[in-house]
């Protein structure tokens, strides 16, 4: 569908009459919708005058319609300063307490103390109920590592020596640089006697440049 482009005649009309006439009106007068009656006015920058918003036609309320059934000014609600809901009988022993998990929430809900298993096979262990979810569980590995050693400085990561994500003893968990784990993880393409050597490599470099 091709798009109607105002004409010099159109735009003169909708300027002359706009103010003061009904925009239905004037679209059908014009064979125009009135959204596009609309936008024209607004891009013109032409509004209703007062007489027009006044009248009946504007369908506007006039101000008594409906006064029954408003608020005067400076009414009192009847519940002003009370807290929540409080329509008497049993209503307060059947509010959600503080910290209530209802539905799916209350069942998927884990105690601190509790253990899972994360889909890369880290075993973490649930710390704290306060902090931001994502902060509630910890990596096991680093508990036990930071409980022998104290706090990981940073910058730093602790790894399984074995690869074995399960095997949590102390003398299996290995703290490395992040740097160090980059260049761990680049050489697992090649075959073990080459990464053994690699390794061995980058031993005796960082022993150099200790000295």
Same mark, same amino acid.
């Not at 009309?13 to 003061?20: D, G, N």
């Not at 710390?127 to 979810?133: A, V």
């Given at each position: 569908m091709s798009k109607k482009y105002w004409t010099s005649e159109e735009i003169a009309?909708?300027?002359?009459?706009?103010?003061?006439t009904p925009t239905?009106?004037?679209?059908?007068?014009?064979?125009?919708?009135?959204?596009?009656?609309y936008n024209k006015a607004a891009g013109l920058g032409l509004k209703k005058n007062d007489d027009y918003l006044s009248s009946p036609a504007a369908c506007r309320l006039n101000g008594s319609q409906g006064e029954s059934c408003r608020f005067?000014?400076?009414? +009192?609600p009847h519940n002003k =300063?009370? *807290?929540?809901?409080?329509?008497g009988g049993r209503s307060q022993q059947t509010q959600f307490k503080p910290g209530h998990r209802g539905g799916r929430a209350e069942q998927l809900h884990r105690p601190v103390g509790s253990e899972r298993v994360t889909e890369d096979g880290y075993l973490q262990r649930k710390?704290?109920?306060?902090?931001?979810?994502h902060h509630r569980w910890k990596m096991v590995h680093?508990?036990?590592w930071e409980e022998a050693h104290g706090k990981r400085p940073a910058?730093?990561? +602790?790894?399984?020596?074995? =690869?074995? *994500?399960?095997?949590l003893g102390l003398d299996n968990l290995e703290?490395?640089?992040?740097?160090?784990?980059?260049?761990?993880?680049?050489?697992?393409?090649?075959?073990?006697?080459?990464?053994k050597t690699i390794r061995l490599a980058g031993k005796l470099r960082r022993t150099i440049n200790e000295k």
């Open positions: 009309i909708v300027q002359q009459e706009y103010a003061r239905k009106q004037l679209a059908e007068k014009l064979g125009r919708s009135c959204t596009s009656v005067g000014k400076g009414h +009192v =300063g009370d *807290k929540g809901w409080q329509a710390t704290n109920e306060d902090m931001p979810f680093n508990l036990l910058g730093y990561i +602790v790894v399984f020596k074995n =690869g074995n *994500k399960q095997d703290l490395i640089s992040r740097a160090e784990n980059m260049r761990r993880n680049t050489i697992h393409r090649y075959p073990a006697e080459l990464k």
